[in-house]
Each structure stands twice: as C-alpha cells, then as structure tokens.
C-alpha cells in the first residue's frame, strides 16, 4: 500500500489578462507521505500559494493532476471535492478569515454549522471545539470576539477550526505571515505538536526558510518550478 496522501503531478497553472498570460505553475510535481511535515518554501510570487489552493482542491490545474487518497480530483465533481475539503483537509491561512460577527466558539464550529449535521452532531462538535481550545490555551477567550484577540490568538483559533473535523492532511498557507517572533515560534510549535501528536500529514507554505528548516521535508518552488 502507498505511503502517499496527496501527490501532484506536473502542475501547470496560466491565468489570462486580455491577450497577456501570466504562467504561474509550468511543470510542478510533489509528495506528500502520510504523517508527515513538509515545508514548500520560496519567495514572493514563486506560485505557492498557487499551488497550495490546487493541492487541496480549491483551484484547478490547466494541466497536470492532483491525486488524493487514491483519488483524481480532476474526475470528482465539485460537490464531491467539497466533501472531501471539508471532511479530509485542513486550511490554515495568513490572514486568520474568522467571521467577525461570531465569537470564537461560533468560529471553530463554523464548519459544522453549515454542515447540517443536526443537534447531536452540534453537540458533539461543540465539547470537541471546547476541548481544542483548552489545549491551546484559548478556554478563557471563547466567548471573546475577533477584535478581542491577539494576532497569534486569531491564528490558533484558525488551527483549531482546521483540526475540528480531524482532517487526514493540514494545509497552512504563511500561517506566520503576520506575526511577531514569539507569536510565530508558538505558531509552529503548535503545528509541529499537531503533526507528532495526531501523525497529521501537514504542508507548511513559507517564504522564511528558517521556519521551513522545521519541517522534516523541504521543497523549493521559484519562478513557477521546482529548483
């Protein structure tokens, strides 16, 4: 049986603008084993992000595919790759996207809220969400909102809304990116708790290749490639 969760193959990406075209992705591969930490490391406009949004069945490739447990994303139709998003994977971004009207509980339960998952499933989420939060040390901000927290604050409640649903793969996009040095340490020392604890296979994206040095796994992606 395969070790891989996701592996990429020849990721081609080309955005139009008129008659110009931008090539973002030409030719990208990569593996991404079960359990496992790796770091996806490059500078500014090198395509990461890019990237990232394909592997986790946000955006689509002009060529190339994206196979999952198993499974194409390219043969699964939206509906399915919606499931599978917000069972299986995990997204972490720099900019936190916690709703600013809903407290912090509200916001980790996001996703099962809209879910539909009925009273009990509700129920459930809820003690898990309240458990997350204690390990993270986030108990006594639940009813806190957004403009009541701290830049590093946002962000674990962004991790623990990603972990809710127990995905089989994390995908963090700069999840540092607009921290102070002691937010960010903690950051990742969450992160790489999460993965030795949960054997949660995780993708970190970064441009500081002090942070990727942390992963067990270091890719480099410049100018649309693989160097």
Do not use: W
């Amino acid at each position: 049986m395969s070790n891989l969760i996701l592996a990429a193959e020849n990721i081609h990406k080309v955005y139009h603008n008129g008659a110009k075209e931008l090539r973002v992705l030409k030719g990208v591969s990569i593996n991404i084993e079960k359990g496992s930490f790796s770091a996806l490391v490059g500078p500014s406009g090198a395509g990461k992000s890019t990237l990232l949004h394909i592997l986790g069945g946000l955006d689509h490739p002009n060529q190339g595919r994206v196979v999952f447990e198993g499974q194409d994303l390219d043969k699964l139709g939206d509906q399915k790759i919606s499931k599978m998003r917000n069972s299986l994977i995990g997204f972490v971004f720099q900019f936190y996207h916690l709703l600013s009207e809903f407290n912090v509980l509200e916001n980790v339960m996001m996703p099962v809220l809209i879910s539909g998952c009925g009273r009990a499933g509700i129920a459930e989420a809820e003690a898990k969400s309240r458990s997350l939060l204690k390990q993270v040390g986030l108990e006594g901000r639940i009813s806190h909102f957004p403009s009541q927290l701290s830049g590093g604050e946002k962000q674990r409640v962004a991790i623990v809304r990603a972990l809710l649903n127990n995905p089989k793969l994390l995908l963090c996009d700069e999840p540092t990116g607009n921290l102070d040095s002691r937010a960010s340490a903690e950051i990742m020392d969450l992160i790489k708790s999460i993965n030795a604890e949960n054997k949660m296979a995780i993708l970190l994206v970064t441009h500081n290749e002090e942070l990727a040095s942390k992963a067990g796994r270091v890719y480099h992606l410049r100018d649309g490639l693989m160097v």
